[in-house]
């Protein structure tokens, strides 16, 4: 896990058993940015939901895959970081696509070089988002 800022972290992927740890470190949503079926190993979305259900933690699924990024997935973020009560934990594969969204989703809230400082410090390069960051 990797953390963004004080509301939000990201990770790889996770299994349905890591959800009542997430919820222990604090964390009062999740977010899946990957959708099911990319790899044979992969946990379905469906099985990681209802952990999260039974924990008492809200989930969404914003699946970012092969067609990109949309309006939607970046709007959908927004809403869910901005009525999140807590701390939110993001993941797909590698955490790379959670952090392009939540990116994308601080567009205009804060200056570009402060998101990208962010993401950096987490490890994740989104120095390619600064022209869409700076809108």
Not at 7 to 22: G, L, Y
Not at 54 to 65: M, N, S, T
Not at 72 to 89: A, C, H, K, Y
Request: proline share 6%; aromatic share 6%.
């Amino acid at each position: 896990m990797k953390r963004i800022n004080d509301h939000v972290s990201v990770s790889p992927q996770i299994r349905p058993e890591d959800v009542k740890a997430i919820k222990d470190l604090g964390f009062v949503a999740i977010i899946n940015n990957r959708p099911d079926g990319e790899s044979p190993d992969q946990p379905e979305n469906a099985a990681i939901e209802q952990a999260a259900h039974d924990a008492g933690l809200a989930y969404h699924f914003i699946p970012l895959g092969r067609d990109g990024v949309s309006s939607g997935m970046i709007e959908q973020t927004r809403e869910v970081l901005e009525g999140s009560t807590g701390p939110v934990f993001c993941f797909c594969r590698s955490g790379t696509r959670s952090t392009t969204l939540w990116a994308l989703s601080q567009a205009g809230k804060a200056p570009a070089s402060e998101i990208i400082s962010a993401a950096a410090h987490a490890g994740y390069d989104m120095s390619h988002l600064l022209g869409h960051l700076s809108q």
